[in-house]
T-cell receptor
Framework: DTAVSQTPKYLVTQMGNDKSIKCEQNLGHDTMYWYKQDSKKFLKIMFSYNNKELIINETVPNRFSPKSPDKAHLNLHINSLELGDSAVYFC??????????FGQGTRLTVV | GEDVEQSLFLSVREGDSSVINCTYTDSSSTYLYWYKQEPGAGLQLLTYIFSNMDMKQDQRLTVLLNKKDKHLSLRIADTQTGDSAIYFCAESIDQGGKLIFGQGTELSVKP
């Protein structure tokens, strides 16, 4: 049973396109996150949702829009993709402030 | 400010102990974590320590926390080739569970 699952695992797309990454957790956690890992492996938080409510938006361009239809799902929609958006995007969840469990990541390549 | 620093590389021989070090700046950290990332994979939570503890041991892993110096270390006893990965130190400063990550230490284990 996968605790935090993301789809797709790989995404290759052209500049200017709009794409979505989906995330689901079956841990019953209230808090979900999106993190971005760049080519130097540096990880930085993008968004955090608690019970479908946005609580952290870490100065991410507004081309990125998270959506949480229920507390088990947090999707990430990206408009007008740019070359610099190429990265690995990780979804995570936690019971609250504390240990976070991560998905396997979505490697986004913008060409 | 929020900053977590790690050295980038560590190389050890199989069977030796590995010590990965981390320093952080935010004294309001509540929890400190160690995550492991194998190539092409997500982040696996290895262990964590609450900020009022000095030490935590979990099988081959020992975490030491020096809160005065804001220094965290992870010792892996009897390091195996399967331990080769990138190890991330992270702190939680209780703003909705946000994690601040270090740059990651790439551990290379030679037979």
């Amino acid at each position: 049973d996968t605790a935090v699952s993301q789809t797709p695992k790989y995404l290759v797309t052209q500049m200017g396109n709009d794409k979505s990454i989906k995330c689901e957790q079956n841990l019953g956690h209230d808090t979900m996150y999106w993190y971005k890992q760049d080519s130097k492996k540096f990880l930085k938080i993008m968004f955090s949702y608690n019970n479908k409510e946005l609580i952290i938006n870490e100065t991410v361009p507004n081309r990125f829009s998270p959506k949480s239809p229920d507390k088990a799902h947090l999707n990430l929609h990206i408009n007008s993709l740019e070359l610099g958006d190429s990265a690995v995007y990780f979804c995570a969840s936690s019971r609250g402030p504390g240990e976070a469990f991560f998905g396997q990541g979505t490697r986004l390549t913008v060409v | 400010g929020e900053d977590v620093e790690q050295s980038l590389f560590l190389s050890v021989r199989e069977g030796d102990s590995s010590v990965i070090n981390c320093t952080y700046t935010d004294s309001s950290s509540t929890y400190l974590y160690w995550y492991k990332q194998e190539p092409g994979a997500g982040l696996q939570l290895l262990t964590y320590i609450f900020s009022n503890m000095d030490m935590k041991q979990d099988q081959r892993l020992t975490v030491l926390l020096n809160k005065k110096d804001k220094h965290l270390s992870l010792r892996i006893a009897d390091t195996q080739t399967g331990d080769s990965a990138i190890y991330f130190c992270a702190e939680s400063i209780d703003q909705g569970g946000k994690l601040i990550f270090g740059q990651g230490t790439e551990l290379s284990v030679k037979p």
